[in-house]
């Protein structure tokens, strides 16, 4: 497997200045530009099929272990303030349960039985998409997962970072991040958990605009739970409006800082 090869340009890094190392990570970083640009148009159906999902009222199901479970967990969590979704729409399994999302729990990855218990909990129905994600495309908790899917007809996409791996053979769409050996052997955090947390972000993203949760460029769902994020609120209706600062506030506060409805009392006057 690439990610659990020795990468050559690497082998003296024990005696590598800091500075060095950052050199050389940043030029390894490269790499996974190059297979988010490969993988461009499988992201894109990836977001069109979590679009569809989400329209009909399904969910998007990120399962994951390890390092790739607490990068599902942190796009899942992310959308509800984002995006004004309720917290089931975007949600992650992660093998090892919700302790594992802070606390790794590496044995947790093996277990098959788990995953498919984990998604009978939720209910599926054929509206939901399943998403894998697995460095290696070999994580039995994750392939479990996606085969148990398949087997209740829903649409299921892998992610991975190597060729040939068993993952690919049990999903509808598989997407290859080929980022290759990493400059600390084996430690898939690096390059092929980047690329993993790029992808996630292109896929619940667009699928979020394609879902009509996005004004031109401008999450209009955002919810305003502090400071900040109101008056973001206040730029986005007076981008969006003739409104003043202190016009786009006083609808905001009159309207419970929904930007949509105080857009609406805005040109309604």
């Known amino acids: 497997m690439s990610t659990e090869a020795r990468n050559p340009r690497s082998i003296g890094l024990d005696k590598m200045s800091a500075a060095e190392i950052v050199r050389l990570m940043n030029e390894e970083e490269m790499a996974v530009m190059q297979a988010m640009a490969e993988a461009e148009e499988d992201l894109g159906t990836a977001a069109e099929k979590a679009a569809e999902a989400f329209q009909k009222g399904g969910r998007i199901i990120y399962v994951g272990a390890g390092t790739s479970g607490r990068l599902a967990a942190q796009d899942a969590a992310e959308m509800p303030p ?10 992650a399994v992660v093998a090892g349960g919700t302790g594992a999302q802070t606390n790794a ?10 995953a498919v218990e984990a998604l009978n909990a939720l209910r599926l129905t054929t509206n ?3 998403i894998g994600l697995a460095a290696s495309g070999r994580t039995p ?3 479990a997962a996606v085969k148990h899917a398949n087997q209740k007809g829903l649409w299921t996409c892998g992610i991975s970072n190597n060729i040939s791996a068993p993952l690919a053979d049990e999903v509808d769409l598989s997407i290859i991040l080929r980022t290759g050996p990493e400059v600390l ?11 993993q947390k790029m992808a996630l972000n292109r896929i619940s993203t667009i699928a979020m605009v394609l879902s009509g949760k996005v004004i031109e460029n401008l999450m209009v769902d955002v ?4 400071d900040k ?3 973001r609120c206040v730029r986005i209706v007076r981008d ?4 003043t600062d202190s016009e786009a506030r006083e609808a905001l506060t009159a309207n419970d800082w929904n930007i949509r409805t105080a857009l609406q009392a805005i040109q309604s006057d």
């Open 82 to 91: 984002t995006f004004g979704v309720d917290p089931e729409r975007f949600t």
């Open 128 to 130: 939901d998409v399943v």
């Open 240 to 243: 969006l409006s003739n409104a």
């Open 141 to 143: 908790f994750v392939i």
């Open 105 to 114: 729990n590496e044995s947790a990855e093996d277990d098959s039985h788990a």
């Open 229 to 231: 994020l109101k008056e």
């Open 223 to 226: 919810k305003a739970k502090n």
């Open 185 to 195: 052997s084996g430690s898939t955090r690096l390059k092929a958990g980047t690329a």
